[in-house]
């Protein structure tokens, strides 16, 4: 199997590879904490955030056909939709309760595969995707804004901030930026650099959560 020839590709499939061994490092580091039904779902969120940066460090590495990559995209997009869903779903355990959280897990499974097959409606419309992200990120950014200031619950501020540079990451993603450090990274390579940030900041911030709770 050949590697691909562009040096952007090749950046950005590394910085996937980093990405989702990290994730599964988190996912390991928060079975620390006392076994929990939120635990199980943050501790999912990661691995599948994993799953999706190992496909993705395929497709964009790997030389392959059209129909190679895009029999890649398709659980990596689905993957996403249940990472997103899962996120909100961790929200609104630590706010409303885990019986609430429970009762909406199967709903918000169900939009999160609902975008994902919409995206294949639309001929893989990323845009899709992100408009679904922007929303989920938003509302849960909220939840955990007000879980720090009104509430004082350990953790918060860091999923906060770890939220708040996925969102960065994102912006970044859907603009057309580079920069080179020794190496060029694209929006790709330097959405993965912040979303590594992101997700080791959101981590601490979980854990934290999550051993208060025991």
Known sequence: MQLQKSQTELTTAATDAVLAIVCMVIAWWLLDARPSWTRTVWIWLFTLTALASVLGAAAHGLALTDRARNALWQPLYLSLGLTIALLVMAGVSDWKGEALARTWLPWALAVGV??????????????????????????VLGIYVTLWTVRG????????????????????QATTMTARVVVTFDHNGLFHLIQLVGMVVLAAGVRALLLHGQ
């Open 153 to 172: 619950l350990p953790g918060a501020p860091l999923i906060v901030a770890g939220i708040g540079l996925s969102i960065v990451a994102a912006v970044v």
């Open 114 to 139: 609902g975008f994902y097959a919409l995206t294949n409606v639309l001929s893989g419309a990323f845009i899709v995707f992100v408009a679904y992200e922007a929303i989920a990120m938003v509302l």
